[in-house]
């Protein structure tokens, strides 16, 4: 066992305070992580309490826990109480305090306070005593599963546990369609032998949708997307309004941005939606084409190689426009042909 990791076991050996946390927007790999290493934590005796800066999407509502995790957009107080009286603080599946607002910022003012991060984006921020963070791992629960196995605990994965690390995996890699290694395959085979049921996993992530989700998928398809074949790339943008009619709630637009990678033509891939505040932006690609570069360039963002986001203070159909703009400046890498000096020139100002 490495120093650090015994550092940590060192600090888990007797019973803590302990708050756990994970990014805005939650996903199943922010849930799963946090809820199935809140089961971890209460076997080794801690006390533990799971906060979120914003409200978990409902197709993950199942998971064991899920129902006294705080919001601090809702339970500012609450939360801020937590953080203060945390003997430790992990945070999970963020790689750096400005990826959750407010909350960072009292995080970030426990001085005492141990953080630990457990993480797989890209460009960790140096914010934490104990740093976990491998960009290659699929998920932030593939990585909690070695994290306890690390520890010696292998023994304290339940079905329960497993089941929330699963989750993860399975959201994270798009049912094993990226990221994939064949470690994780054994780490998912470690799973379904201690009778991780993956089917029923797969039912309740992916096959529980209501009517209304599909008719918004198919107005974005057949409304909402266009093609830019000169620079191999879709974009999907959905207006204020969109929001409105279709009662767009948070998760419901999970996923549909992937839709646009099933063209064969297709490389890189934009979700860009008008939110009441900013315009977020979700990217995705196929191959070596690094939409975290792009993210972090031009969006404020940044993320994975393969999946990135990030955000804009213009309005959408602005924002939209300089995306179409900085497209020349990556035309050779998406297309393998050159841009025009001209659009070049007119790309970069
Ligand atoms: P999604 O498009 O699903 O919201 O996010 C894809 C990936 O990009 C996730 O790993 C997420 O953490 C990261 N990401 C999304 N939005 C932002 C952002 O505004 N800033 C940063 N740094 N990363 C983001
Ligand atoms: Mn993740």
Redesign the pocket.
């Known amino acids: 066992m490495d120093s650090k990791l015994a550092a940590v076991k060192e600090i888990l050996s007797t019973p803590k305070n302990i708050l756990i946390t994970s990014?805005r927007?939650p996903?199943g790999d922010a849930m799963g992580s946090s809820l199935g290493l809140q089961l971890y934590l209460h076997q080794l005796g801690h006390t533990t309490t799971v906060a979120f800066p914003s409200e978990y999407p409902e197709f993950v509502g199942w998971m064991p826990g899920s129902e006294k995790i705080l919001i601090h957009d809702m339970e500012v107080e609450a939360v801020n109480a937590c953080i203060e009286k945390a003997d430790i603080i992990f945070i999970l599946d963020?790689n750096g305090l400005d990826?959750v607002d407010k909350m960072g910022e009292v995080i970030g003012e426990q001085k005492d306070t141990p953080i630990i991060m457990i993480d797989h984006?890209l460009n960790p921020a140096d914010c934490a005593e104990y740093m976990f963070s491998d960009p290659s791992a699929s998920s932030t629960c593939e990585m909690i599963y070695d994290f306890i196995v690390d520890l010696g605990d292998q023994d304290k994965i339940t079905v329960a546990l497993g089941e929330c690390l699963y989750s993860g995996i399975l959201t994270d890699t798009g049912s094993f369609k990226y990221s994939t290694s064949s470690k994780l395959f054994r780490v998912v085979a470690g799973l379904k032998d201690l009778g991780v049921d993956d089917i029923k996993l797969q039912n309740l992530l992916f096959n529980s949708l209501p009517e209304k989700n599909l008719r918004l998928l198919g107005h974005c398809l057949n409304n909402r997307m266009e093609i830019l074949e000169e620079y191999n790339t879709g974009i999907i943008t959905l207006t204020k309004k969109d929001y409105e009619v279709f009662d767009i709630q948070r998760g419901d637009t999970e996923g549909i941005?992937n839709y646009l990678l099933m063209m064969g033509k297709v490389k890189f891939a934009a979700f860009i939606t008008e939110q009441p505040t900013i315009v977020k932006i979700?990217?995705r690609s196929k191959g070596d084409f690094s939409v975290q570069e792009i993210?972090k360039q031009h969006f404020?963002?940044?993320?994975?190689k393969n999946?990135?986001?990030?955000?804009s203070f213009k309005n959408l159909r602005t924002t939209v426009r300089r995306f179409k703009e900085i497209l020349p400046q990556y035309k050779e890498e998406l297309t393998g042909i050159k841009p025009t000096e001209e659009a070049l020139v007119k790309s970069e100002d």
Not at 300 to 304: E, L, N, S, V
Not at 307 to 311: I, N, Q
């Open positions: 990014h927007n996903d963020y990826r984006h941005v979700s990217l993210a404020r963002g940044g993320g994975h999946a990135a986001g990030g955000a």
